[in-house]
């Protein structure tokens, strides 16, 4: 029995032994797996954090090159002595109760220096332009201060000359949309210097893929007047333009066109330039007279401020785009604008381009414009938001067979892009010896004192 026993107390052990071990597996398995999972937790961890690591690095790297680019537009706008240039781009509208009622509180970087009690410029929109009083600046640290510079403020802005609302839904709405500029540039550097582009494409690298921003830029592109490096040569009637072309464009292997977003722009490169091919004169062109360039079979789109401080590429299928759309309507009208500046055979690098010139004289009494002046006169009576329209008739100097009438509107520009499309079907069935028809906003063109005396309106609502 003792043997027996002895026996039987070994098979337990032995088996308690192979029990403990098979647990100890176990846990030994059970421990693996967990110092796997937490090594992968630390991996996820560490990539998570090398990628916000790379956000970080990117986004300071992007608010560095806008702080250097800022500064050099800056130092193309100096202000008078005893002040200090600045812009800022709106980044976002708050919500909150302002210090004086009827503020409106806005957002974003400021770049150069700024006082409280400072008038200053709202640019936004199509050529929109108001003047507001900075009440109060608050730092990024909400601290409320006389003065800041180079910084991320809050700032309160008086109503100023904006309109008084309409309705009370209006009064609700943000005077100062997202992405205005402002800027304390007077009224007339404001719209003759054109610092609402550049101020716009400082930030660019930080707003690039924002659809809302890109509109706003566009906006701005539309109404910019750009300074073209160009050479002249010849004079009168023959004389002949050619134009700078600078690396293909991807899509169409053809040279793009340089433009300056401001005269001053082109005055600081101008010695460059020069070297590069003589190209040391310019031609201000608006929008319009741009993408008649640039559209042509001679090039692949324009490239605007091509030595920085940002380059801001408009490929032809951008701005064939472009080109369609009711704010380029607005402001230029339903005219063949495009077709101003024609090209003429050269090489591709540096084609040569021909100014077309038109001579402007009164419509022949008679015939078919007298079917055209009735149906002018009868379209603007019927139409309460039309205040005048003229008709002119203009003649391609070189070529006598070019010719088309213009329509000189005078209405909101928002009703502009409709009546020209309802003045065209209306006048279209008499369009006979003269086949084309152009319009101009009468806002938007520089007519002077006289050109409405030599040419007078067909139909006055003013009478005057």
Known sequence: MGLFGKKKNDQEAEDKNLESSSKNKELDIILEARKEEEAERQAKIAAREAE???????????????????????????????????????????????????????????????????????????DSLNRVTVDVIRNDSRETVDEASDERVELELSKGDFADADS???????????????????????????????????????????????????????????????????????????????????????????????FKSFEKHKAVLAQGGGFNSAIQMDFAQLCAVARDDLHGGAVVDPLGPVVFGLPKSLLDTSVKTVQFHALFGESKYAEKFVPQPGQAQQPEQKVKEYNVTKPAEGGEYNFIDQA?????????????????????????????????????????????????????????????????????????????????????????
């Open 376 to 464: 002018v006169k009868k379209y603007g009576g019927s139409h309460a938001d039309i205040s005048r329209i003229c008709v002119v008739v203009i003649v391609g100097r070189d070529d006598p067979d070019d010719k088309s009438y213009v329509c000189i509107l005078d209405c909101p520009q928002d009703k502009y892009d409709m009546n020209c499309k309802g003045i065209e079907n209306a006048v279209r069935p008499y369009l006979k010896a003269i086949k084309k028809i152009q319009f101009r906003p009468f806002s938007k063109d520089k007519f002077g004192d006289q050109f409405f005396e030599a040419f007078p309106w067909a139909y006055n609502k003013l009478g005057v």
């Open 52 to 126: 916000q690591e790379k956000v970080r690095s990117a986004i300071a790297a992007d608010l560095e090159k806008s702080a250097q680019a800022a500064a050099d537009v800056i130092s193309l706008f100096p202000a008078r002595e005893g002040e200090d240039r600045f812009f800022m781009l709106v980044e976002a509208n708050v919500y909150t109760e302002p210090v004086n009622k009827g503020d409106e509180i806005v957002t974003g970087i400021l770049r150069g220096k700024l006082r409280k009690g400072q008038e200053i410029q709202v640019l936004s929109g199509l």
């Open 168 to 262: 009370p839904d209006q009064e609700t709405e943000s005077r100062v949309m997202n992405f205005s500029v402002l800027t304390n540039l007077s009224a007339e550097e404001g719209r003759s210097e054109g610092v609402r582009l550049p101020a716009m494409l400082c930030e660019f690298s930080r707003y690039q893929g924002d659809q809302q921003f890109f509109g706003q830029l566009m906006n701005a592109a539309l109404t910019t007047e750009y300074s073209v490096p160009a050479k002249i040569s010849g004079s009168g009637s023959s004389k002949k333009v050619s134009f700078a072309g600078l690396r293909p464009d991807k899509e169409s292997g053809l040279p793009m066109l340089p433009a300056f977003s401001s």
